[in-house]
């Protein structure tokens, strides 16, 4: 038996999922896009345009109702003309025609709104988009070092027992930071000391850091509309038969 770095969603599939849709367009936000979705992830929701339609979609554990009843009222202000046809709509969002746009995004901003909440109860780590390190320096120089983080950026589609699911895959990384915790930027200086790190680890090493900092960060709960992801591991057991993996197909 072996195991792959796979985080399989044991709570709800992303079928029927409620979200709330307006005809609406990015070219009519009166601020900048950057800075209304920004807003909405702070208000706990995920916004998105697709195809001519702002979707909206609550990513906080309050109840659904509030949550459309307090979007629904307020979002005419971000618009310099009214959006039309505001409604709810349950989607699949694990579709051809929603992953990209409506799914990935989503996810990602869930799990955020989430782990945010976690790290900020853990002195010992801190989080940069979905990247989440330990503030225990593994080398350090004169003004900067390395330190070790987990990426759950990575979102994919699986297929298990016929149903379509989701799944994270976790990547071990290092990267240079100052003492403050700011990513150091000269792409010279950082050359030089990641690779002077990582070049000694072996496997185990790498799969002991792994280890370190998931049981720190999971389990995940996130929220994302009328349906609850949950993650409770990292290690997915798979069979190698005839050097092929049987592993359920990853769409």
């Given amino acids: 038996m072996k195991f792959i770095n796979l985080m399989v969603n044991e709570g709800s599939t992303l079928d029927n999922v409620t979200v709330i849709k307006a005809q609406a367009t990015m070219q009519n936000l009166t601020k900048p896009y ?3 979705t920004r807003e909405m992830f702070l208000r706990g929701f995920s916004a998105s345009f697709h195809e001519k339609f702002l979707y909206i979609i609550p990513i906080d554990k309050a109840p659904l ?5 307090e979007i629904r009222e307020e979002l005419r202000q971000y618009f310099y003309k009214d959006p039309r046809d505001v409604g709810v709509e349950n989607i699949n969002l694990t579709a051809d025609d929603y992953w990209y746009p409506l799914g990935v995004r989503s996810i990602r901003h869930a799990l955020r709104y989430s782990i945010e909440r976690k790290v900020a109860n853990d002195p010992k780590l801190f989080l940069r988009k979905l990247q989440i390190y ?3 320096f593994e080398i350090a120089y004169e003004t900067c070092g390395v330190l070790t983080g987990v990426s759950l950026e990575k979102v ?3 297929k ?20 403050n915790y700011e990513r150091v930027k000269d792409p ?7 690779p002077r790190f990582t070049s000694r ?5 790498y799969i002991r850091r792994m280890e370190e900092l998931m ?3 999971l389990p995940i709960e996130a929220y994302i509309s009328n349906k609850m992801l949950y993650f409770s591991g990292w290690k997915y057991l798979v069979r190698i038969e005839k050097e092929f993996i049987s592993l359920d197909r990853w769409l």
């Fill in 215 to 217: 049981k720190r960060i």
């Fill in 34 to 36: 950057r800075d209304f």
């Fill in 156 to 158: 994919i589609r699986v």
């Fill in 160 to 179: 298990i027992e016929g149903e379509t699911n989701i799944a994270l895959v976790p990547t071990l990384r290092f990267d240079c930071f100052a003492g």
């Fill in 201 to 205: 680890l072996g496997p185990a090493e």
């Fill in 188 to 194: 010279t200086l950082r050359s030089r000391i990641i």
């Fill in 134 to 136: 330990s503030k225990e």
């Fill in 65 to 69: 109702n509030t949550k459309i009843y």
